[in-house]
């Protein structure tokens, strides 16, 4: 099978930077789907792809809407569903998202959320914000893990509150959004409301890389 060579050096580069949490969520959706013939809760293992099998997947399976897949693609793709925007727009866009949306009690940022890693870059309108709450729902869902492990009733109402309202943020809602996407994330905020503290942790470990293990002594 001959390839577009454009296709493939953006691909390649793309999947030379490590995947957001966001980015493995919708990858591992969308394997899942084609594996089995439909969404289905994540199994006990995870998927290990190689590089290679990666390309390949993202070849037969994301082409379609690839601007899903990585914040490196999503950078440069025409297909970004509401634009692009340059630099500015992206970290601007970070900072209005950041300003509007809770994190648990002494939780921080990560500093990947800081700004653009590459100002001469065009970034997809809505990136930023998307980046913001997906790294705050995994915030928020190791809040609850802890204050569920510790018997902690009080902190885990707070997270299960907050949890409940990420359901309409707009990364989890908007039909845009890739669909396996939106149900798998509200799959998982339905293991917090049955107090599934296995399911969460598996998320935690799986698609918080970044947030997941906290600081020493948070």
Do not use: H
């Not at 399976?61 to 914040?71: C, M, N, Q, R, T």
């Not at 799959?187 to 942790?201: F, G, K, S």
């Amino acid at each position: 099978m001959t390839i577009d060579p454009t296709v493939e050096e953006r691909l390649s580069a793309a999947f030379a930077e490590p995947m957001t949490p966001q980015e493995r969520a919708v990858l591992d959706t969308r394997i899942t789907t084609l594996l089995e013939g439909a969404p289905a809760p994540r199994r006990r293992f995870r998927l290990r792809l190689t590089r290679s099998l990666l390309l390949v997947a993202a070849l037969l399976i994301l082409l379609p809407s690839i601007f899903v897949v990585s914040a490196a693609i999503w950078r440069v793709s025409t297909e970004a569903p509401y634009g692009a925007g340059d630099a500015d727009a992206y970290e601007a866009e970070l900072a209005a998202a950041k300003s509007v949306t809770p994190i648990p009690p002494g939780a921080t940022w990560p500093p990947y959320l800081d700004g653009a890693e590459d100002r001469s870059a065009s970034y997809g309108t809505g990136l930023g914000q998307s980046m913001v709450e997906y790294n705050a729902y995994c915030l928020w869902l190791g809040y609850w893990y802890q204050a569920q492990e510790a018997g902690d009733a009080e902190s885990v109402n707070t997270a299960v509150t907050a949890l409940e309202q990420a359901r309409d943020w707009e990364t989890f809602s908007d039909p845009n959004q890739d669909q396996g996407f939106r149900d798998y994330s509200q799959r998982m905020i339905d293991a917090v409301e049955r107090r599934d503290a296995l399911t969460v942790l598996n998320e935690l470990e799986v698609n918080c890389e970044g947030t997941w293990p906290p600081p020493s002594g948070k």
